[in-house]
């Protein structure tokens, strides 16, 4: 069952149960597919969902410190129930230490030396963990690296 499906039958799960907020939270990201499948006047494939889906929970991650920088603890708690529902729909994430594997192999294959190569590696490494490791620790672990 492709991504899209998921979230449909998951959607329709939702209005039988009615579970109101799961039904928001899937509609919303539903929206955010529709609206880019459009644009591109075509059906998305799982890898395009996958990039959908990433951008929404950076986006609801994002929020979730702002909120919680401004003490609205109210609309934290909404947004971390958000990332919960969504959190199902991502493959599992990379433990940071297989990442840093991943990160050594990238480095030792492009023959990166310095920070001037980070560009390279980054190039090379971003498919390999997309979707399975967050960018920014990402970005953090091959900087650590090349230092």
Do not use: W
């Amino acid at each position: 069952m492709s991504l899209g499906e998921r979230l449909n039958e998951d959607m329709k799960q939702a209005m039988k149960s009615q579970d109101k907020f799961k039904l928001s939270v899937i509609r919303m990201v539903r929206s955010s597919i529709k609206n880019v499948e459009i644009d591109a006047k075509r059906t998305l494939d799982d890898s395009e969902v996958l990039d959908i889906l990433t951008r929404e929970i950076k986006q609801r991650k994002d929020s979730l410190q702002e909120f919680e920088k401004a003490g609205r603890n109210d609309l934290a708690e909404g947004l971390k129930a958000e990332l919960l529902i969504l959190a199902d729909y991502m493959p599992q994430q990379l433990t940071e230490e297989e990442v840093k594997a991943i990160v050594q192999q990238t480095i030792q294959q492009v023959g990166a030396s310095s920070k001037a190569d980070m560009g390279k590696v980054m190039t090379a490494l971003m498919p390999k963990v997309k979707g399975l490791a967050d960018g920014k620790l990402v970005n953090q672990l091959v900087q650590q690296s090349l230092t």
